[in-house]
């Protein structure tokens, strides 16, 4: 694998992309969202 040059890694182009947690983010605000509205409206999964 070829070495990259400093300057190169210095760029705006490798600093533009998210996060490095932003998938957890995601799903840990999706899973306390639901665990949320589960608690404030327990009669949505009484009907399952």
């Known amino acids: 694998m070829p070495e990259v040059p400093l300057n190169e890694k210095m760029e705006r182009g490798p600093t533009d992309s998210f996060f490095s ?12 969202m639901a665990k949320v509205i589960s608690d404030y409206h327990p009669k949505l999964g009484a009907t399952k």
Do not use: D, I, L, V
């Not at 947690?21 to 306390?32: L, Q, V, Y």
């Open 21 to 32: 947690g932003h998938t957890s983010t995601t799903a840990a605000a999706s899973f306390f």
